[in-house]
């Protein structure tokens, strides 16, 4: 029989198998119950965090210009019940907590911080230049650290003394993320282009790294870390290389993406951001390895809700485990997920995935066109076509026999609306890679 047959008919049968475990559970969510935020004027969720089985924050914005109302929510009760502790004009775009009592929330231009659990917030000193910051990491009361884009390069600073004055650190290449291991050990990168910075010495100076930047990041030791843009990477040597961690892939994927991932230890990763079809539905899956990333499986944890694209995650111990939606449709479990996980039955196992890269479109986001780049190294037929939210085909850019070698593709957005949208990549037929898009008008 064919190969890829046989990979198609496994796959089929391993979700009928799946979906019929499900229907024997007494809730039909497979170990998730599932949670919603209140609906708050249809505000968008902006982050999420937990931390303890109990207590969990979360912050609503769109990064639309608007005068209108986000908030910062609490729960005590697992998520089952949030409530507003504060509301303000313009967006909330982040939010995280030292411990249970000292957290911050990133509010525009502002930097609002809580001493007492979220019952008071006050604004903390920053620097007069800022436009709206892009991100925050503190590591102490006293140390933290901020992104923001400004005339003439994109800023990071660093205060010692609780804000009261701040360091420029850097300037320069474009950056809306942060993480800082420890005082010395920390990356800097961008989420939208190829930026990528280390520094081992708090800042002082930035190396600019070969690979892309990130998502999201950890690191458990100095050595050891994970982080993520659509793909999944881990190093050993203190991110000076990374080497990809293939997701499970399949002829049902909507997309295979790595947009958001939670430690429980240095085996035991949950990570979510890819979509898979079922029938006329599209359903966001959740991904786990328990082997530091070199194995990945994965699981559709709904059979109700039809919950899609899980973007914000958080795990606080092996057992309890939150997912959500930016739309505040969430799933919990207090049991650590389903015991049903689909293993990597991928149609790359019969493609060789260092034959073929399909790299992120740039600029992104765009308006209204942006640059596609491929690698082939055997002569293949080369197919890449643009899909919608709902997984609709928009386009085929690309349908040839193509030899060995490089190449791009211009995609225009002129005819189509502003969104999300997904480029994939078939080789031979078979859909080998897919990676997001976003077009803002």
């Known amino acids: 029989m064919d190969k890829n047959k046989l990979t198609t008919i496994i796959f089929y049968f391993s979700i009928l198998l799946f979906i019929i475990a499900f229907n024997f559970s007494d809730n039909g969510s497979g170990g998730w119950t599932q949670q919603s935020i209140p609906f708050l004027n249809n505000r968008k969720l902006a982050d999420i965090t937990f931390l303890d089985s109990l207590t969990g924050y979360a912050v609503t914005g769109d990064n639309i210009a608007s005068s209108d109302t986000d908030y910062v929510l609490k729960t005590t009760n697992a998520g089952n019940n949030w409530n507003i502790i ?29 001493t007492n659990a979220g019952a008071i917030w006050n604004n903390i000193p920053v620097p007069s230049d800022n436009f709206g910051f892009s991100n925050i990491f503190p590591i102490s009361f006293d140390t933290m650290w901020i992104c923001y884009p400004y005339i003439g390069g994109n800023i990071i600073k660093r205060t010692t003394n609780a804000g009261i004055t701040w360091i420029t650190q850097y300037q320069g290449l474009s950056v809306d993320k942060l993480y800082m291991f420890n005082g010395n050990l920390g990356f800097a990168g961008s989420s939208q282009v190829p930026t990528f910075l280390k520094t081992t010495n708090s800042g002082v100076n930035w190396i600019l790294q070969t690979d892309n930047g990130f998502i999201d990041i950890y690191f ?33 994927f909507t997309f295979s993406s790595m947009e958001a991932f939670s430690n429980v230890n240095q085996d035991t990763i949950w990570g979510s951001g890819g979509l898979i079809r079922l029938g006329n539905q599209r359903r966001g ?32 111990n092996k057992n ?90 211009e995609f225009d957005g002129s005819n189509i609306s502003s969104g999300v949208y997904f480029y994939s990549l078939y080789i031979d037929d078979i859909p080998v890679d897919t990676k997001k898009m976003i077009l803002i008008r």
């Open 86 to 114: 504060l509301g303000k004009p313009r967006d909330f775009s982040k939010v995280m907590f030292l411990n249970l009592d000292t957290g911050y929330v990133l509010h525009g231009d502002e930097i609002l911080r809580t």
């Open 220 to 252: 458990s030791d100095t050595l050891t870390g994970w982080k993520a843009k659509g793909d999944m990477k881990k190093t050993t040597d203190g991110g000076n290389t990374w080497i990809d961690q293939p997701l499970p892939n399949g002829p049902n």
């Open 320 to 409: 309890n485990g939150w997912f959500y939606t930016n739309i505040r449709n969430g799933i919990h479990t207090t049991i650590g997920g389903d015991t049903n996980f689909i293993t990597n039955i991928n149609s790359n196992n019969f493609i060789n995935p260092d034959n073929y890269k399909l790299t992120q479109n740039f600029p992104n986001p765009f308006n209204p066109k942006t640059i596609i780049k491929y690698e082939i190294k055997k002569q293949s037929l080369v197919t890449i076509k643009v899909f919608n939210i709902l997984g609709v085909e928009i386009e085929t850019l690309v349908e040839s026999k193509q030899q060995p070698g490089s190449y791009k593709i």
């Open 285 to 316: 899956i959740l991904y786990r390895t328990t082997n530091g990333g070199n194995n990945w499986a994965y699981q559709i944890p709904d059979t109700s809700i039809n919950s899609i694209e899980y973007l914000y995650n958080s795990f606080i």
